[in-house]
């Protein structure tokens, strides 16, 4: 880590409470860096990645979902929601939560904001979407196994989704807002972290308010020694041992990106940052600052802050200089400004009380949105408007 660059960032590039993590590993932000995602004439596109993973069938591994049966349509409700709105007709309900509303509701509001276009991509989903997306693989593919049987998918689809998102990645002619919706993510992002050789076990988030970290440890270390991976395994053979779908898409995709040369703006946490390093592990060294260059995470000040006031830094912050620490080179991690402390809406409320925190890319697209002009105080509203709109306005069918 002494050879990452130290230079401090410049924080008056950054909006109203918007903050940026890592210490060691943090890379300086500059007006000329942040280009990309500051010019209102700049088109940007947005994909949402859906994906499945059996680990998400644990009791008690996610509250994306309060059942292992809502959790399997998580995703395409929550894609439908950013889709179409609050007040749009929706097929599939939002599962029940512990606490909180889906952060589709604020990746929503956000995209709205910025006029974005949401396209989805659907891989390994036990429903076909009844919304336009893109194929990437067969839908009879299904969700991957549990990470804990150390087999997680066959290695030929790995090498198939990683292609396909390479494929994508060079293809980019625009910036690219880079989204997911995968129960059980975060799990399997500590296990491919851990066999990536970094030790991260506390510094995995979750979406419950209290993440269950025995529980996800004892996944991970099952499944690892299920895997016998052995020292130095490659990206591919990582993924089809305790990996999910979106991870083997989404890293083919920033590896295709460093032809394309186009920046990328990640949504979320620390499962961006096993994608990230999953793709600096795939490439030659001398490329790795390259896609570094072009890559900028963003996520929540829920997320951001959690933990951290019993420590001198987040376990997110901690995280971000360990995968930094990995790949040898400095990260651009964002966290944005929008919290809801005067909100007087409960489920809005509750993302202060460390409920939900982060998904569907809603750090990255509120980031987005304040980097573009927009206010803390305009993006709480609206989220507020939209909270009254969903919550009086029924799904049109189940599933």
């Not at 709105?85 to 939560?97: E, I, V």
């Not at 893109?134 to 593919?141: F, K, N, P, S």
């Not at 979406?207 to 440890?217: V, Y």
């Not at 006031?309 to 080179?329: E, K």
Request: aromatic letters at 2%; hydrophobic letters at 40%; a neutral charge.
């Amino acid at each position: 880590m002494d050879s990452l660059p130290s230079t401090p960032s410049d924080s008056s590039v950054l909006p109203q409470g918007c903050q940026q993590l890592g210490r060691l590993g943090a890379s300086p932000l500059h007006e000329e860096s942040l280009h990309p995602w500051t010019s209102r004439d700049q088109l940007v596109d947005l994909l949402l990645v859906l994906a499945a993973t059996q680990t998400a069938e644990h009791e008690g591994i996610s509250a994306a979902g309060s059942t292992a049966a809502s959790r399997r349509f998580t995703a395409l409700a929550d894609a439908e929601l950013l889709i179409h709105g609050p007040a749009g007709q929706r097929r599939w309900p939002l599962p029940p939560l512990p606490a909180g509303v889906s952060p589709a509701l604020l990746s929503h509001v956000a995209a709205r904001r910025l006029k974005l276009n949401p396209q989805v991509a659907a891989l390994g989903l036990t429903q076909r979407p009844n919304f336009p997306h893109l194929e990437i693989e067969a839908l009879d593919q299904g969700p991957s196994a549990c990470l804990s049987s150390g087999a997680a998918m066959p290695l030929p689809r790995v090498q198939h989704l990683w292609r396909r998102g390479e494929l994508l990645g060079r293809r980019l002619q625009r910036p690219l807002v880079l989204a997911e919706c995968v129960p059980g993510g975060t799990t399997t992002a500590q296990a491919v972290l851990t066999a990536l050789g970094v030790e991260v076990a506390h510094l995995i988030s979750g979406s419950a308010r209290h993440p269950p970290q025995q529980l996800k440890q004892a996944l991970v270390t099952g499944g690892l020694q299920r895997a016998s991976l052995g020292a130095h395994p490659a990206p591919e053979q990582i993924l089809a041992a305790v990996g999910d779908p979106f991870q083997a898409f989404a890293s083919g995709v920033l590896v295709g990106a460093v032809s394309s040369g186009q920046p990328l703006l990640l949504g979320g946490g620390c499962q961006m940052l096993a994608v990230l390093a999953l793709a600096m592990q795939a490439l030659p060294a001398s490329q790795r600052e390259r896609l570094a260059s072009q890559v900028l995470i963003g996520t929540t000040g829920w997320l951001a802050d959690e933990g951290a006031a019993a420590t001198s830094q987040s376990p997110l912050g901690g995280l971000v200089d360990a995968t930094a620490g990995l790949v040898d080179t400095s990260l651009s991690v964002l966290a944005c400004g929008v919290r809801f402390h005067s909100s007087t809406h409960q489920p809005l409320l509750d993302y202060e009380r460390g409920y939900v925190k982060e998904g569907v890319g809603a750090g990255a697209l509120l980031l987005l949105a304040q980097l573009r002009g927009c206010t803390c105080s305009d993006l709480v509203r609206d989220c507020e408007r939209a909270l009254e709109q969903l919550l009086n306005r029924p799904v049109t069918s189940t599933p």
